[in-house]
């Protein structure tokens, strides 16, 4: 009676045991295209990346990487938590194809458009928290050590670039309304010395 109730026009029933396998099978799949949109989304962020840092996460609590997080999006860029694998997918046919030998073991990025802002922000958090070891990264086609990336960091952001090229421009023009000033100024002292010697 078993055997009989187990089959369906001639034919055994599948075992119960199959169906997770498929399901599985399924949530492979699912899982599979959202890696691959993952490394499509990334590989456009890094196309447009202007420095990519990476760096090791050797302990950070949840509060110290969401103060990392908020530090590195003050200074204009992101920090991102990625699968090697994933990552090293994403960078090919990129500019910073070449730093893939960084990721290894724990690997966090900061990234900016401004080539130097995530380099100047990953740099400042790593000196006060040893949990954040920078190894190295990429400015452009140029494959950065952990020393090349601390150099980096002392260069001026474009913002800070941009704020001295307006101090540049600015200071002629200021030097020129002084000096046009400066006839007028002269020429009201000598007509209140004149008025002076006259009312004597």
């Not at 730093?99 to 290894?104: M, N, P, Q, V, Y």
């Amino acid at each position: 009676m078993g055997l009989t109730a187990r089959r369906k026009g001639g034919r055994c029933n599948p075992p119960v045991s199959d169906f997770p396998a498929r399901a599985t099978n399924g949530e492979a799949s699912v899982d599979r295209a959202q890696k691959a949109e993952l490394v499509s989304t990334m590989h456009q962020v890094f196309k447009d990346a202007g420095v990519i840092v990476v760096a090791h996460n050797t302990g950070l609590v949840a509060a110290q990487s969401a103060d990392f997080r908020r530090k590195v999006k003050e200074a204009g860029g992101t920090v991102k938590v990625v699968k090697n694998n994933l990552a090293k997918l994403a960078l090919k046919d990129t500019a910073f194809e070449g730093i893939t030998a960084l990721f290894k073991g724990p690997v966090i990025l900061a990234y900016s458009k401004d080539p130097v802002a995530a380099a100047k922000a990953a740099t400042a958090f790593a000196k006060a928290n040893d949990k954040l070891v920078v190894l190295g990264g990429g400015l452009g086609n140029s494959v950065l050590d952990a020393n090349g990336v601390k150099a980096l960091a002392e260069l001026p952001s474009l913002d800070e670039l941009r704020a001295k090229l307006i101090g540049l421009l600015n200071a002629p023009a200021t030097k020129i309304a002084r000096t046009v000033k400066e006839p007028g100024a002269k020429l009201a002292r000598v007509i209140q010395a004149k008025a002076s010697q006259d009312a004597a």
